[in-house]
C-alpha cells in the first residue's frame, strides 16, 4: 500500500493525509452516534470513550496497512530522552493540571467524580491521545516525510502539512455546539501543537511520547469535567476566546522554533538517511547546563507549586547528560539534585497553596459583603 502512494505525486499524498483524518472524524462521530442509543452511554466521558474504541480499530487497521506498526514497537532514543526532547510539554502538562485544580479549589467546586467514571475519562483521554497521534503522527506523517525525500525541507515540509491537518480536524467540532469562533481559535493552537508533536516524533523516533503527552494534555485541559464534574467538553472548548490565542501562539511557537533549529533539522535528515548521530560531549555539557538552570528555577519558583513540572524536566537533562558524558560531568550531578530539590519544594508549594486558597476565598467573599 505504501509503495503505491509513493509513486503519487506529493500534492495528492497530502490530499489523500487529509482524506485520511476526515474518514476518522466521520467513524469516530458514527461510533458516537451509535453509543448516544444506548441511555446508559449518556454518563460523562462514556459516550466519547465507546466513539474512540471505534476509531482506535480504524487508526490502528490504518497503521498497519501502510507498514508502519514499526512505530508502536520503537522507542527511538528511549523514554527520557524523549521527555525531555519534549521538556516543554512535559512541564505545560503538569502546570495545567496543577492550575487546573487551583481554579476548583479556589471556585470551592471540588466535588470529585466517581471512582468509575474518572476511570472512564483517563480511558478516554489516553484513547484521544492514542488515535490522533497514530494517524496524523503515525500515518499521515511517515507518509508524508517517506514521500517528501529526506531534506531538510521536505521534513519541514512533512510536519508542516501533517500539522495544518491535525488543526483543521478541529474544526467539525462547531457540530457539537462548539461556536465558530473558538472552533477556528482550537484549530490554530492545534496546529501549533501539530508542529511540536510532530517535531517531539522526529526528533526522539518515539510515537508513545507524543501519545502520552498528547493524552496528558487533554486530560489536564479537560479536568474540569472529567474529574470535576463541571460542565461538558463542548462547554471547555466553547470557552477558547482571542486571549487564548494570544498567549498560545508565542507560547506553543517559541519551542517548535528552538526543537527545529537548523543543527536539530540537520540531525533529523541524518537519522532518516540512516546516519548514526553521536552525541558529543559538547552536548552534554549544554544539556546540564540548561537542566541546572530549570532546577534552580523550580527551587526559586516553588512556593507557587507550578513548577514540578520545571523541576522533572531538570532531572530528566541531567540524566540524559550523564548518559552522554558519565565521567566528569560534575554540572549534570549537581542539576540531578538541584532539580529534585525543586521538585520537593515544588510539591510542598502546592500543599500550602491548596490549603491557602480556600481561605483567600472566604477573605475576598468577605471584602465583597462589606
Given at each position: 500500500m505504501r509503495e503505491k502512494f509513493m509513486k503519487l505525486p506529493k500534492w495528492l499524498v497530502a490530499v489523500l493525509g487529509f482524506v485520511m483524518v476526515a474518514l476518522f472524524l466521520l467513524i469516530m462521530n458514527g461510533g458516537g452516534m451509535a453509543a448516544s442509543l444506548v441511555p446508559a452511554f449518556h454518563r460523562g466521558y462514556t459516550m466519547q470513550c465507546m466513539a474512540e474504541i471505534v476509531a482506535a480499530v480504524?487508526?490502528?487497521a490504518m497503521l498497519f496497512l501502510f507498514g508502519y506498526g514499526r512505530a508502536l514497537k520503537e522507542t527511538g532514543e528511549g523514554f527520557v530522552k524523549g521527555f525531555y526532547v519534549g521538556g516543554f510539554m512535559t512541564g505545560y502538562c503538569l502546570f495545567a493540571a496543577a492550575a487546573m485544580v487551583y481554579v476548583q479549589r479556589m471556585s470551592g467546586e471540588m466535588q470529585v467524580q466517581s471512582f468509575g467514571m474518572i476511570l472512564i475519562y483517563l480511558l478516554t483521554m489516553f484513547l484521544v491521545g492514542l488515535n490522533e497521534e497514530v494517524i496524523v503522527r503515525g500515518v499521515v506523517l511517515n507518509l508524508l516525510l517517506d514521500r517528501f525525500s529526506d531534506t531538510k525541507k521536505g521534513?519541514?515540509?512533512?510536519?508542516?502539512?501533517?500539522?495544518?491537518?491535525?488543526?483543521?480536524a478541529h474544526i467539525p467540532n462547531v457540530f457539537s455546539g462548539v461556536p465558530l469562533s473558538s472552533a477556528l481559535i482550537q484549530a490554530v493552537q492545534a496546529t501549533l501543537l501539530g508542529v511540536l508533536f510532530a517535531t517531539i516524533y522526529v526528533r526522539s523516533g518515539n510515537l508513545w511520547i507524543?501519545?502520552?503527552?498528547?493524552?496528558?494534555?487533554?486530560?489536564?485541559?479537560?479536568?474540569?469535567?472529567?474529574?470535576?464534574?463541571?460542565?461538558?467538553?463542548?462547554?471547555?472548548?466553547?470557552?477558547?476566546?482571542?486571549i487564548n490565542l494570544v498567549v498560545t501562539v508565542p507560547l506553543f511557537l517559541i519551542p517548535c522554533v528552538i526543537l527545529l533549529r537548523k543543527n536539530k533539522l540537520e540531525e533529523i535528515v541524518r537519522r532518516r538517511k540512516g546516519e548514526m548521530v553521536i552525541p558529543t560531549a559538547q552536548e552534554a555539557e549544554n544539556t546540564a547546563t540548561v537542566s541546572l538552570v530549570l532546577g534552580i528555577l523550580s527551587?526559586?519558583?516553588g512556593c507557587s507549586g507550578y513548577t514540578v513540572g520545571i523541576g522533572l524536566v531538570g532531572l530528566l537533562g541531567s540524566i540524559v547528560s550523564k548518559r552522554i558524558k558519565p565521567q566528569e560531568n560534575g554540572?549534570?550531578?549537581a542539576a540531578m539534585v538541584v532539580s529534585i530539590v525543586?521538585?520537593?519544594?515544588?510539591?510542598?508549594?502546592m500543599v500550602f497553596m491548596m490549603a491557602m486558597l480556600p481561605m483567600m476565598g472566604d477573605m475576598q467573599n468577605m471584602e465583597n459583603f462589606l
Amino acid at each position: 500500500m505504501r509503495e503505491k502512494f509513493m509513486k503519487l505525486p506529493k500534492w495528492l499524498v497530502a490530499v489523500l493525509g487529509f482524506v485520511m483524518v476526515a474518514l476518522f472524524l466521520l467513524i469516530m462521530n458514527g461510533g458516537g452516534m451509535a453509543a448516544s442509543l444506548v441511555p446508559a452511554f449518556h454518563r460523562g466521558y462514556t459516550m466519547q470513550c465507546m466513539a474512540e474504541i471505534v476509531a482506535a480499530v480504524y487508526t490502528l487497521a490504518m497503521l498497519f496497512l501502510f507498514g508502519y506498526g514499526r512505530a508502536l514497537k520503537e522507542t527511538g532514543e528511549g523514554f527520557v530522552k524523549g521527555f525531555y526532547v519534549g521538556g516543554f510539554m512535559t512541564g505545560y502538562c503538569l502546570f495545567a493540571a496543577a492550575a487546573m485544580v487551583y481554579v476548583q479549589r479556589m471556585s470551592g467546586e471540588m466535588q470529585v467524580q466517581s471512582f468509575g467514571m474518572i476511570l472512564i475519562y483517563l480511558l478516554t483521554m489516553f484513547l484521544v491521545g492514542l488515535n490522533e497521534e497514530v494517524i496524523v503522527r503515525g500515518v499521515v506523517l511517515n507518509l508524508l516525510l517517506d514521500r517528501f525525500s529526506d531534506t531538510k525541507k521536505g521534513v519541514f515540509g512533512a510536519i508542516v502539512i501533517s500539522s495544518l491537518i491535525f488543526g483543521c480536524a478541529h474544526i467539525p467540532n462547531v457540530f457539537s455546539g462548539v461556536p465558530l469562533s473558538s472552533a477556528l481559535i482550537q484549530a490554530v493552537q492545534a496546529t501549533l501543537l501539530g508542529v511540536l508533536f510532530a517535531t517531539i516524533y522526529v526528533r526522539s523516533g518515539n510515537l508513545w511520547i507524543c501519545i502520552i503527552l498528547h493524552a496528558g494534555t487533554d486530560f489536564a485541559g479537560l479536568m474540569a469535567s472529567g474529574i470535576f464534574g463541571n460542565g461538558e467538553m463542548t462547554d471547555m472548548i466553547g470557552n477558547l476566546s482571542l486571549i487564548n490565542l494570544v498567549v498560545t501562539v508565542p507560547l506553543f511557537l517559541i519551542p517548535c522554533v528552538i526543537l527545529l533549529r537548523k543543527n536539530k533539522l540537520e540531525e533529523i535528515v541524518r537519522r532518516r538517511k540512516g546516519e548514526m548521530v553521536i552525541p558529543t560531549a559538547q552536548e552534554a555539557e549544554n544539556t546540564a547546563t540548561v537542566s541546572l538552570v530549570l532546577g534552580i528555577l523550580s527551587i526559586v519558583m516553588g512556593c507557587s507549586g507550578y513548577t514540578v513540572g520545571i523541576g522533572l524536566v531538570g532531572l530528566l537533562g541531567s540524566i540524559v547528560s550523564k548518559r552522554i558524558k558519565p565521567q566528569e560531568n560534575g554540572v549534570a550531578t549537581a542539576a540531578m539534585v538541584v532539580s529534585i530539590v525543586g521538585m520537593v519544594f515544588s510539591l510542598l508549594g502546592m500543599v500550602f497553596m491548596m490549603a491557602m486558597l480556600p481561605m483567600m476565598g472566604d477573605m475576598q467573599n468577605m471584602e465583597n459583603f462589606l
